[in-house]
């Protein structure tokens, strides 16, 4: 099916919004300006990762280096898959978090016009995300604002926590205002997993350690009320949210019984409709349960393209899954659709 043809089935402009984008000559002045972070942050992934795990993913990530570079190869993949617009953001592995923060901010910055160099090649058809420095919190608000006003980027995508740095702390008060004021979109995409060498085979630290992350990034947002004080927040969560859709009632209950979980106004799973999430669960019958925990408008198209965690064929990913076709018509654009409406514009 060609994307023109999904779009006209679906009535709305079929988008990804979980596409990611390699910057190798950007790593590559990373390296020439911070030599020993890049090879303690390299020492960690090992670590983290396992070596038999790193060399696949090298291999594979090398034999993906057009669709993740250029647009031609990126369009045609597009035109094979169906979809007709891709929300793209950089491989996680541009975050940095070690970096301090004269390299953090010249990364965001440098990130971000990349990133807006890349989609202006193709408008109609990409729409770009930027990047903040998460370890430094007072530099964030500037580096939104670079993105989404200075780039005409849509928001930022940001990891699950950086250095010291969780999602529930009061440093970044000011970022979760601004976002909800400008109404651009925050994509959260770990990188790494804390859990370290407990999943250095296996293929753990990705199968277990990403779900893992998006849980907890998700809960410190939740329980420390960042969702009550901020309710016009556009956060978009990648792979489905992780574990934390399908074991909120747990959370539920630790509101309700344990004084310390008790920050935010409302029971945990309330906020799930608060909540946006993409459609990388690989599973049929976890998109269904995601659809009810979440709500019809909360859920979009996700593939983490080109990567091979991702959906290979997400359009036909959502079209299997038995859900009904109006509410599939909206997670294969309308509800991406929605949610860019109302973003300030640059």
Known sequence: MSAGEAGAITGTAVTDVHAHLLLPALHAEVERRA??????????????????????????????????????????????????RQWVSVSPNHFYPWAPEGLAVWVAMETNRLIAEHVAQAPDRLTGLGVVPLQHPSRIVEYLDDAVLGRGLA??????????????????????????????????HPFGCS????????????????????????SHLIFAGVLDRHPGLKIVAAHGGGYLPFAIGRSDRAWRVRPEAHGCVHEPSSYLKKLWFDTVVHDPVALRHLVEAAGAGRVLLGSDFPFDMGLDDPVSFVRGAGLPAELTQRILGGNAAALLATKVPA
């Open 35 to 84: 030599p020993e972070g890049v090879a303690e942050a390299a020492d960690l992934e090992r670590r983290r990762n396992g070596v038999e795990s790193l060399q696949a993913s090298g291999a594979m990530v090398g034999a993906r280096i057009p669709q993740l570079t250029d647009v031609n190869a990126r369009l045609a993949a597009m035109d094979a898959q169906g979809v007709e």
């Open 195 to 218: 859990l370290d060498e407990r999943l250095d085979r296996f293929y753990l630290s990705n199968t277990v350690g990403q779900p893992t992350e998006n849980a907890v990034a998700l």
């Open 155 to 188: 928001g930022v995508e940001i990891s699950s926590f950086a250095g010291d740095v969780e999602l529930s702390d009061e440093r970044l008060e000011p970022f979760w205002a601004r976002a909800a004021e400008l109404g651009c979109i925050v994509f959260l």
